[in-house]
Structure formats: structure tokens, C-alpha cells
């Protein structure tokens, strides 16, 4: 008896330290969010993956009116900025027009749920405070993401200490494989708006994208039976591809982290097996049957954009 009561107490003392480990975790990655959207910094960071490196220079700042400021600078290859102030995101690049979408999120390689609300993640995930390193010279404290089944990657972040921002992300797989990680190489933090952030709050953004162009769908010609547990459709519609004549029905999905895109258009080949291409995490499969090419992008494993493809029916053909 006394055995089974000391092993009882055990496991009951093991879950209390899951649950105040959990709890730890959460407390941490709120504070992130938190700071992502109330703090003045500046900061670096490179996007690792395929043997490749993609430096970013990230400046967000809030203004006296309680607006939100921010510019994110690709380094590398033609100039590419995006800016966003308060709902309005602008996108800048010497070969195409700038235009603006509204939007309270930029388009970036750090996932926007990270400063939203972070309690929409827990049907999908579990939170872990594991433990402290030291990351850019600063002490840092380790929280896993991780997924509650076999169809999604974990995120693997580790915080500052002193501010909660981010000093690194890694995507790893169950088997703990990395597949891309973002590793920041600077940051400063600040009771002021820079410079830039100052010239951006008087300055005139593009005019705001009229979004009746992009025909939004609710009647599609096909159907997506089968995705993973927990992820909910948040747009769909029909664009052209490339600036040619070419219409692609596009849906997109989202399980607060993670986007999945499918996309169908017709095609001129008549047939072509499954292919698969890497983009660090990024997965994209590709089929052509009967003339329909079907698209599948995402953070996901092979298995789980195969098992979406498959499960696509069709209505009638996509218009061309």
C-alpha cells in the first residue's frame, strides 16, 4: 500500500510540473506577443535554409497616437521594403507599382500569431519551457510549439530575458530534424522611434488595393474533404497567375501558425505524377490529371499535403 501511494504521488507531483512548465511557457510567449507590439527596436535577421541565407533588417516602433510602425528590409538581391502603419501595409519594389492592402500584420518570415493572441494556438498545440541558453550574447529562455499530431512541424523559440523579443526560431521535425531556422544578429531596444520610423508616420503611403479585382469565392468547382485537425479556411479566390491570361482557384487554410494553400487551374499537359520541391520547411506538391493542375504549399510533411491532394473531388472544371 504504502508502494502504490508513493507511486500515485509521484505521478501526481509529474503533472504539477508539466502544468506550472506549460503555464511558464504560455506567460513567456505572451510576453513576446506583448513586445512585438509595444516595444521601439531595431533588429537583424537571417532566415536560414536550403544551405542559404536571407538577411532581414526588421524597425517597429509605436507612435504618441498609439499607432503601430514598422519596416521590414529583404538585404539581399533587388530591394524589397514593406511597411505598415497602423492597418495599412505597403509594399515597395523597384519592378512592380507599389500598392497598399489593409492589413495589421506585415508579410513576413516571423509568424504574425507571435504577436497575436497566442491562446488560439493551444487546440493545436502544446507549449514547453525547457530551458536557458545563450543566444546573441544575451541569456535566452527556450519554449517549444509543439504539435499535438503527426501533420505539423514544432517551433522551437528562444526569448530574450530581458525584453521577451526573439532571438531565434527553428522548425524542427518530430524526428528532430531542423528545417529552417531564423537566427537574429541584432537587436536594439529603445524608448523612441528611430529616424525612419518618424519619416514613415509623415509620410504618404499607395493608395490602399482595390480588392474587387481578385474575385472572392463561396461556389468553388471542387472540394477539399480531408485536412488535418483544426485547420480553418480564411480566404478563397480566383487571380490570375503571372500577369498572364491564366486562372488559378486558389483556397487558403490556416491553423493560427500555419498557412495551407491548395490552388486548381487548367493546364496544357494532360498528365503528370506528383512532384515534390523543399523551400526550407515549405513543402509544395504538384500534380497535373486530366488536363487540372493541383498545387499544395505549406509548412507541412509530404505525407499531409499528400493526403489533402488526394482527397480534392471535383464538381465541374475550373473556368479558364
Known amino acids: 500500500m504504502k508502494l502504490l501511494t508513493s507511486f500515485l504521488l509521484l505521478i501526481s507531483v509529474s503533472f504539477s510540473a508539466i502544468s506550472v512548465e506549460n503555464t511558464q511557457a504560455k506567460l513567456l510567449l505572451e510576453q513576446l506577443s506583448n513586445s512585438l507590439r509595444q516595444l521601439n527596436f531595431s533588429t537583424s535577421f537571417v532566415v536560414v535554409k536550403n544551405n542559404q541565407a536571407e538577411p532581414y533588417h526588421w524597425i517597429h516602433g509605436v507612435s504618441k497616437e498609439n499607432i503601430e510602425l514598422e519596416i521590414l528590409a529583404l538585404l539581399n538581391g533587388p530591394r524589397r521594403d514593406i511597411l505598415r502603419k497602423g492597418n ?65 512541424f514544432d517551433y522551437w523559440l528562444w526569448l530574450d530575458q530581458t525584453t521577451g523579443l526573439l532571438l531565434k526560431l527553428a522548425v524542427i521535425t518530430r524526428q528532430g530534424q531542423l528545417l529552417e531556422q531564423i ?85 496544357k499537359e494532360r498528365q503528370r505524377a506528383m512532384e515534390y520541391a523543399n523551400d526550407g520547411a515549405t513543402l509544395v506538391l504538384n500534380e497535373v490529371k486530366n488536363n487540372i493542375e493541383i498545387s499544395v504549399v505549406g509548412k507541412i510533411p509530404p505525407e499531409t499535403a499528400r493526403q489533402i491532394l488526394t482527397s480534392i473531388t471535383f464538381i465541374n472544371k475550373p473556368k479558364p
Not at 113 to 140: D, K, T
Not at 190 to 216: F, I
Open 183 to 267: 537566427q537574429f544578429t541584432h537587436l536594439e531596444v529603445s524608448d523612441t522611434l528611430s529616424e525612419n520610423l518618424l519619416n514613415l508616420q509623415s509620410a504618404e503611403l499607395p493608395k490602399v488595393m482595390d480588392m474587387k479585382s481578385v474575385e472572392q469565392l463561396t461556389d468553388l468547382s471542387w472540394k477539399v474533404n480531408w485536412l488535418p485537425h483544426g485547420f480553418k479556411k480564411v480566404n478563397a479566390n480566383r487571380h490570375q497567375v503571372n500577369n498572364n491570361k491564366k486562372s488559378v482557384e486558389f483556397i487558403l487554410f490556416n491553423d493560427g501558425l500555419v498557412n495551407i494553400s491548395v490552388s486548381i487551374g487548367n493546364s
Open 88 to 152: 495599412t501595409v505597403s509594399y515597395i519594389e523597384p519592378k512592380s507599382p507599389a500598392y497598399s492592402v489593409t492589413s495589421n500584420y506585415l508579410s513576413s518570415p516571423i509568424p504574425s500569431i507571435l504577436s497575436g493572441n497566442i491562446s488560439n494556438l493551444e487546440e493545436n498545440y502544446h507549449f514547453v519551457s525547457v530551458g536557458r541558453s545563450r543566444i546573441l550574447g544575451r541569456a535566452a529562455q527556450l519554449v517549444r510549439i509543439v504539435a499535438k499530431d503527426t501533420h505539423r
